[in-house]
C-alpha cells in the first residue's frame, strides 16, 4: 500500500508560501505600523488629550496668578473734561459760566499686609489643583494606552485567525476537489460529495467572517491614531515573549500596594481631595479681618485757573462805612488787578498731591455668608474624600479582577492548546484511514471542523494570555512593549 501525504500538511504548506508571498507585495504599497508607533501617534492626535493638556495649562496660568497676588498693585489713570455753561471749575471749584477745560491723572497703588492666609491657602489649593489635572491627563493617557494596545493585539489575532481560515478554505478546496473525482468515477457517493461541499461552503464563510473581523479591527485602530480610514496600514507582529514566560502567580495585595499611590485615577482623587480641603481654609480666611496699604500721587489742570500778576492804586476810594457818632466816612483805597492764565507746568506744581493710607475691613454680620462658605467647602472636602476612597476601592477591585483574569488566561491557553494537539492527532489518525476508505467523509469533516474550531480556540486564548499578563505589567508600572 502506498501511503500519500496528509492533505492537511499538504495545504498548509502550500497557502503558507502563497499568503506570505502576498503579504510581502501588500506590504511593499503599505505603511507598517509597530505597537509604539500606534500608542505614539494616539497620544500624539487624540483631541481629548489635547482637551486635557489645556486645562493643565489653565490651572498652571491660575497658579502663577494666585503668587503674583503678594505683589503690589500700580495704576494709571486720568481723564479730560470739557464743561459748557454754568458749572463748577473742578479745581478752584467757582463758579463760572464759560466753557471749561480740565483734566488731571494719578498713580495709586495698594499692598495687601493681611487678609485671613487667604492668599498663602489659594497657592496651595492652584497646586495641588495642578497636580490634579496633569494626573487626569496621565489618566487619559493610560486609557488610550490600554485601549491601543487591546485593539492592536485583536488585529494581530484576527490576522491568524484569517490566515488560518484561509488554510482551512484551502484544505476544503482539495477536499472537494478529491470527493468529486471520486463520485465521478463512481467511488464516493452524493452524499459525501454533498459533505465537501457543505465543508467547503463553511469553510469559505469562516474566511468572510475573519475578513469583515480584521477590517474593524483595523478601523478601530485607525480612529484611535486619528488617522484617515482610507489610508490603508499594516501593523508589524512585535517579537512576544514564550507563553511559558508570563507570570501568573501575582499577589494581588502587592499589586496594590506597589501601584495604588501612583495610579493616575488615585492621584487625580487625591489632589482632587487636597485641593478641597484647601479650598476650606480659604473659605476659613473670610471670618478673618483685612488690612491692606493704598498710596496715591496726583495732579490736575484748569483752563480757568489764573494768578495775579500785578496790582496798582486807581486814585479813588471806595466807601465801606461809616463811624459811629461822628457819622465820618470810612474810605479804602481800589486797586487795578491784572491776572493771567496759569499755565500747564505751573497747575501740575501747585495741584500735585499725595495720599497714603491703611484699610481694615473687620467682618461682623454678612448674613452668615462666610461661615455658610466654611460649611459649603467642608461638604465638598468631604464629597472629595468619598471620591477618593471610591477611587482606590475600584481600583483594588480591577487589580483582583485582572490577576483573576491572568489565572483564568493562562488555564484556558494551556486547556486550549492541549485540545488543539488532541483534535491535530486525531484528525491525523482519520485522514490516514479516510485515505484508505476506513473513515467515511461524515466523521472526517466533522474531525476536520474540530481541529479548525480548536485552532480558533488557541490564537485567541494566547493573544488573550499576552494582554492579559501585559495588563498586570502596566499597573506595576513597566511600559507597554513586548
Given at each position: 500500500m502506498t501511503?500519500?501525504?496528509?492533505?492537511?500538511k499538504?495545504?498548509?504548506?502550500?497557502f503558507?508560501?502563497?499568503?506570505?508571498?502576498l503579504?510581502s507585495g501588500t506590504?511593499?504599497a503599505q505603511e507598517?505600523?509597530?505597537?509604539?508607533?500606534?500608542?505614539?501617534l494616539?497620544l500624539?492626535?487624540?483631541?481629548?488629550?489635547?482637551?486635557a493638556?489645556?486645562?493643565?495649562a489653565?490651572?498652571d496660568?491660575?497658579?502663577?496668578e494666585?503668587?503674583?497676588?503678594?505683589?503690589?498693585?500700580l495704576?494709571?489713570?486720568g481723564?479730560?473734561?470739557?464743561n459748557?455753561g454754568?458749572?463748577?471749575d473742578?479745581l478752584?471749584?467757582?463758579f463760572?459760566?464759560q466753557?471749561?477745560?480740565?483734566?488731571?491723572?494719578n498713580?495709586?497703588?495698594?499692598?495687601?499686609?493681611?487678609?485671613?492666609?487667604?492668599?498663602?491657602?489659594?497657592?496651595s489649593?492652584?497646586?495641588?489643583?495642578?497636580?490634579?489635572d496633569?494626573s487626569n491627563?496621565r489618566?487619559?493617557?493610560?486609557?488610550?494606552?490600554?485601549?491601543?494596545?487591546?485593539?492592536y493585539l485583536?488585529?494581530?489575532?484576527?490576522?491568524d485567525?484569517?490566515?488560518?481560515?484561509?488554510?482551512?478554505?484551502q484544505?476544503?478546496?482539495?477536499?472537494?476537489?478529491r470527493?468529486q473525482k471520486?463520485?465521478d468515477?463512481?467511488?464516493?457517493?452524493?452524499?459525501?460529495?454533498?459533505q465537501?461541499?457543505?465543508?467547503?461552503?463553511?469553510?469559505?464563510?469562516?474566511v468572510t467572517?475573519?475578513?469583515n473581523?480584521?477590517?474593524i479591527s483595523?478601523?478601530?485602530?485607525?480612529?484611535?491614531?486619528?488617522r484617515?480610514?482610507?489610508?490603508q496600514f499594516?501593523?508589524?507582529k512585535?517579537?512576544i515573549n514564550?507563553?511559558g514566560?508570563i507570570?501568573?502567580?501575582?499577589?494581588a495585595?502587592?499589586?496594590?500596594a506597589?501601584?495604588?499611590?501612583?495610579?493616575?485615577?488615585?492621584r487625580?482623587?487625591?489632589?482632587r481631595?487636597?485641593?478641597?480641603?484647601k479650598?476650606?481654609?480659604?473659605?476659613k480666611?473670610s471670618?478673618y479681618?483685612?488690612l491692606?496699604f493704598?498710596?496715591s500721587?496726583?495732579?490736575?489742570?484748569?483752563?480757568?485757573?489764573?494768578?495775579?500778576?500785578?496790582?496798582?492804586?486807581?486814585?479813588q476810594?471806595?466807601?465801606?462805612g461809616?463811624l459811629e457818632g461822628?457819622n465820618q466816612?470810612v474810605l479804602?483805597?481800589?486797586?487795578?488787578?491784572?491776572f493771567?492764565?496759569?499755565?500747564?507746568?505751573?497747575?501740575l506744581d501747585?495741584?500735585?498731591?499725595?495720599?497714603?493710607?491703611?484699610?481694615?475691613?473687620?467682618?461682623?454680620?454678612?448674613?452668615?455668608?462666610?461661615?455658610?462658605g466654611?460649611r459649603?467647602?467642608?461638604?465638598?472636602?468631604?464629597n472629595?474624600?468619598?471620591?477618593?476612597?471610591?477611587?482606590?476601592?475600584?481600583f483594588n477591585k480591577?487589580?483582583?479582577?485582572?490577576?483573576t483574569?491572568?489565572?483564568?488566561?493562562?488555564?484556558?491557553f494551556?486547556?486550549?492548546?492541549?485540545?488543539f494537539?488532541?483534535?491535530?492527532?486525531?484528525f491525523?489518525?482519520?485522514?490516514?484511514?479516510?485515505?484508505?476508505g476506513?473513515v467515511n467523509s461524515l466523521d472526517?469533516n466533522q474531525a476536520?471542523?474540530?481541529l479548525?474550531?480548536?485552532q480558533?480556540?488557541?490564537i485567541?486564548?494566547?493573544?488573550?494570555?499576552?494582554?492579559r499578563?501585559k495588563?498586570?505589567?502596566f499597573?506595576l508600572?513597566n511600559?507597554l512593549?513586548f
Amino acid at each position: 500500500m502506498t501511503l500519500r501525504r496528509s492533505p492537511f500538511k499538504t495545504g498548509i504548506a502550500a497557502f503558507a508560501f502563497a499568503f506570505c508571498t502576498l503579504a510581502s507585495g501588500t506590504a511593499l504599497a503599505q505603511e507598517s505600523i509597530t505597537l509604539e508607533q500606534a500608542v505614539a501617534l494616539t497620544l500624539q492626535n487624540n483631541l481629548q488629550i489635547k482637551q486635557a493638556q489645556l486645562s493643565e495649562a489653565l490651572s498652571d496660568e491660575n497658579l502663577k496668578e494666585s503668587k503674583l497676588f503678594f505683589y503690589p498693585t500700580l495704576n494709571a489713570g486720568g481723564n479730560l473734561n470739557f464743561n459748557f455753561g454754568r458749572n463748577v471749575d473742578p479745581l478752584t471749584y467757582e463758579f463760572v459760566n464759560q466753557q471749561t477745560t480740565s483734566s488731571n491723572g494719578n498713580i495709586s497703588t495698594s499692598v495687601p499686609i493681611f487678609q485671613g492666609f487667604r492668599l498663602w491657602h489659594q497657592v496651595s489649593q492652584y497646586k495641588y489643583q495642578l497636580e490634579a489635572d496633569k494626573s487626569n491627563t496621565r489618566k487619559i493617557q493610560n486609557d488610550l494606552s490600554l485601549t491601543v494596545v487591546t485593539t492592536y493585539l485583536q488585529v494581530l489575532s484576527n490576522e491568524d485567525l484569517l490566515l488560518a481560515s484561509q488554510q482551512q478554505l484551502q484544505l476544503a478546496k482539495l477536499q472537494l476537489d478529491r470527493e468529486q473525482k471520486q463520485f465521478d468515477v463512481g467511488s464516493k457517493t452524493l452524499a459525501d460529495l454533498s459533505q465537501a461541499k457543505a465543508q467547503f461552503a463553511t469553510a469559505e464563510l469562516n474566511v468572510t467572517n475573519s475578513l469583515n473581523q480584521l477590517e474593524i479591527s483595523k478601523l478601530n485602530l485607525a480612529q484611535l491614531m486619528e488617522r484617515d480610514p482610507a489610508a490603508q496600514f499594516s501593523v508589524v507582529k512585535p517579537v512576544i515573549n514564550e507563553i511559558g514566560e508570563i507570570n501568573s502567580k501575582y499577589a494581588a495585595a502587592e499589586i496594590y500596594a506597589k501601584a495604588a499611590d501612583n495610579y493616575p485615577d488615585v492621584r487625580l482623587a487625591q489632589n482632587r481631595s487636597l485641593a478641597a480641603l484647601k479650598a476650606v481654609d480659604v473659605a476659613k480666611s473670610s471670618l478673618y479681618p483685612r488690612l491692606s496699604f493704598s498710596g496715591s500721587i496726583g495732579s490736575g489742570y484748569s483752563n480757568n485757573r489764573q494768578h495775579l500778576v500785578s496790582r496798582e492804586l486807581t486814585g479813588q476810594n471806595t466807601v465801606i462805612g461809616f463811624l459811629e457818632g461822628t457819622n465820618q466816612r470810612v474810605l479804602t483805597p481800589e486797586f487795578a488787578s491784572t491776572f493771567e492764565k496759569t499755565n500747564f507746568k505751573d497747575q501740575l506744581d501747585e495741584n500735585f498731591n499725595q495720599t497714603i493710607g491703611l484699610t481694615l475691613s473687620i467682618p461682623i454680620f454678612n448674613s452668615y455668608s462666610a461661615r455658610i462658605g466654611v460649611r459649603r467647602a467642608k461638604i465638598s472636602y468631604q464629597n472629595a474624600k468619598v471620591t477618593e476612597q471610591l477611587a482606590r476601592n475600584n481600583f483594588n477591585k480591577v487589580i483582583y479582577q485582572a490577576v483573576t483574569d491572568l489565572r483564568a488566561a493562562q488555564s484556558r491557553f494551556l486547556s486550549a492548546s492541549s485540545a488543539f494537539e488532541s483534535s491535530k492527532t486525531a484528525f491525523d489518525a482519520i485522514s490516514k484511514r479516510y485515505d484508505v476508505g476506513l473513515v467515511n467523509s461524515l466523521d472526517f469533516n466533522q474531525a476536520q471542523t474540530d481541529l479548525n474550531q480548536k485552532q480558533f480556540d488557541v490564537i485567541q486564548a494566547r493573544y488573550d494570555l499576552i494582554f492579559r499578563n501585559k495588563i498586570i505589567d502596566f499597573y506595576l508600572g513597566n511600559p507597554l512593549t513586548f
